[in-house]
């Protein structure tokens, strides 16, 4: 499991999505209007449940202001 901890100052609308190498978005993990401190746990899996193999993926978080992107590996 990743644990993911997220700050907003002001209330925002965003969506946090993990993508493959290839650029294709596997999963949004969460989305929504969100404020504050927030922690999230996510079971590597896609949208439909299934487990994701090893490799490297990447976490992005997309507000109207700016988008984060952070490299993340996961190892079976």
Not at 26 to 37: A, H, P, S
Not at 38 to 61: C, T
């Amino acid at each position: 499991m990743n644990k993911r901890i997220i700050a907003l100052r002001k209330a925002k609308h965003l969506q946090l999505s993990v993508y493959n190498s290839l650029g294709q978005q596997v999963v949004v993990i969460d989305k929504g209007t969100r404020r504050g401190i927030h922690s999230m746990v996510w079971r590597p899996e896609d949208k439909y449940g299934n487990r994701l193999a090893g490799g490297i993926y990447f976490l992005q978080l997309k507000t109207p202001d700016e988008a984060k992107v952070q490299k993340m590996v996961i190892i079976e």
